[in-house]
C-alpha cells in the first residue's frame, strides 16, 4: 500500500540524498512511515540501510532532500547494544531520562527493565548479561527516551537463531502496546517478513527505493512459517537480481552502455520458488502478487525496477555520475 | 503464544547464559600473588650474594646482603630515616598532585580544542620523551637550589605522560559510544562529560600510572642533585653514602626507593584491575 497523502506520518523522506566525496551512498530515496507502522527496510551491503537510519537519526546530515520526523523523539538501537560499561544497567536505561528527578528515574528504570523481562537486573553490569540480554538492556534505553519513533539498525544480527526469534515476539509486543512506529533495518529477509507491516527493498549503490512489499499476514507471525518463507523467498529473488545486476554493471567496459541491464525475465513474477517452499508458494502466489505494489510512483526518481528495468538503470548511472 | 510462556522462555535462556562467576578467596588470591613475587627476591637476592662471593670487588665497595639488611634494619628504627622517606614522599605527592591537575586541564583542552591539538599534540609527546634530568640546569637556573626545582622537574615529568593519557582516551572513545549518547541527546560539553571523560578512564588510568613512574625517577634525580640544608631526603642519603663510600647504606637506600615505587605502582594496578573487572575488560 503506497501511503496516503493525507495521513499523518511519523517519519518522512522526501528525495533524500547522501554523498560521502565521490560515492553516492543514497540517491533520492523517497519513504515514509505512518504511526504506529513497522516498516523493515532490507537490502544488500552498500545499499545504505545503516546511512539512512543515521539520517533520520539526526546523526549525520543529508547532502540533498528533506526529513521529516513527527513526534515526541526519536530514539535508536544499533547492531551492538551501545551500553555503558562504566554504569550498572539500571543506570544505563536511567541515562535516557535525565530530565526526571532521581527517585522518579529509578522507579522507571525498573519499570522500563521489567518491560523488557530483565526487572531485578538493574544492578549488574552490562558485561555480566548476555548478548541477548545486553540488546534487551537497549530497547529498554530505547524505551525509555519516551520516544514513538524507533528506529533499529540490524539490532539482532549479533544474536543466535532462539534469541532473536524471542526478541522478535518481544519486540513485536511491546510495538503494540507502545503503539511505536518502527523503522527496522535487516538484510535478513525472513526477519524483515516476519515483523513488518511493510518491507521496503533498497538497491546498492546507490541506496534507491527499489520496491515495497506490503506484508498481510497475520500476527504474531512465526519466522519459520511457510507464508513467511513464500513471501522472503520472493522479495530475496528480487534482491540477488539487484545484487547481480550490479555485478554486470560493474563487469562492463564503459564503452557498452548498460541498455538492458540483466537478464530480467519477464516472467519473474511467477519465479520459480525454493523446492521446499514450493507448495505454499502455489498456494498464497496470487494474493501477494496482487499486493505487490510499485514503490512510490509518484516520488520522482524512484522508478519500480520491476515495471521500468530500463528506466531505474538508467537513473541509476545519471545519479552515480552526477 | 502467550506472554507468560513467552517471558519463562526467554528466562531460560537468560539463566543458561548468565554463569556466577564466584572469586576465589582473599587468602588464596593473596598466596597466589606472592609465592611468584617470593621467588623473584630470593632469586635476585641469591645472584646478588654470588656476585659479591665471586669477589670482582672489594667488600666495602659491594656490600652483600647479608651486610646491607641488618644496616636496613638498624635504619628502620631511626626518626632521621622516617624524616627523609617523609619528606621525599611529600615532594612525590605534591608534585605528583600538581602534574594530575596539569595534566587533566591540559589533556582536556588539547582532546577537546582542534586547534591546540594541531598545535601541541605533538610537543606533549616529545616533551614525554625528554629526560627529566635535562630539565635540572634549568630548573635550578631558575628556582635556585630549592624544593621548588625538585618540584618543577617532577611535574615536567609526569604531566605530559598523564595529558597523553587522557587524550589518547578520548581518541579512542569508541564511535558506537559517542554515537548511542548522540541518540540519547548529549551534545558538546554533556558528551564530553557524561560519554567521552568516563569512556577515557583505562587510558587516563595508564597514563597516570606511567605519569607516576616518571615523577619518581625525576624525584630521585633531582635529590641527588638537588641537596638542601635541613631537608634529610632518600636521595640525598644515596648521595651522601656514595661520598662516605658506605655501600651498605647505599644499597639498603636503594632498597627502600625501589620498594616505594613498587607500592605504590600496586596501588595503582589495584584500581586499574578493579575498573576493569567492573568494566568487564578482563575475566576473573
Redesign the interface.
Known sequence: MTVQVDRQVAVRLDAVSKRYGDLLALDRVGLSVAPGEFVCLLGASGCGKSTLL?LV???DEPTAGQITTTGRR???M?Q?P?????LTVAANVE??M?ELPRRERRARAEEFLEMV??GGFGRK??????G??RQRVALA?SLA?DADVLLMDEPFGALDA??RD?LH??LE?IWRERELSVLFVTHNVREAVRLGDRVVLLSSRPGKVVEEFPVRLAR?RRTDSAEVATLAARITDQLKQEVARHAETSGRTSAARPAEPSPRPSAEQTATPPAETASAETASAQNHTAETVSAQNHTEGTVSARNHPAETASARNGGARS | MSTDTHAAQLAGLDALEIQEKRRRHLVSRLWARLWPITLAVGIVLAIWQGVVWAGFWEPWVFAGPTEVFPVLYERLGTAEFWQAVGVTMRRAVTGFAAAVLIGLVVGALVSRVKVLRAAFGSLITGLQTMPSIAWFPLAILLFKLSESAIIFVVILGAAPSIANGLITGVDYTPPLLLRAGHVLGFRRLQLYLHVILPASLPSFLAGLKQGWAFAWRSLMAGEIVVIIANQPSLGEQLHYARELADSAGLLATMIVVLVLGIVIDLLFETGDNALRRRWGLRAG
Open positions: 543515521s537519526a539526526g546523526l526519536v530514539a535508536m544499533f551492538e551501545a551500553l555503558f560499561p562504566w541515562m535516557a535525565r523481562h530483565l553490569r552490562p558485561h555480566e548479561l548476555s541477548g540480554m534505553r527516551q532462539m534469541t524471542l515476539d518481544e509486543r504474531p
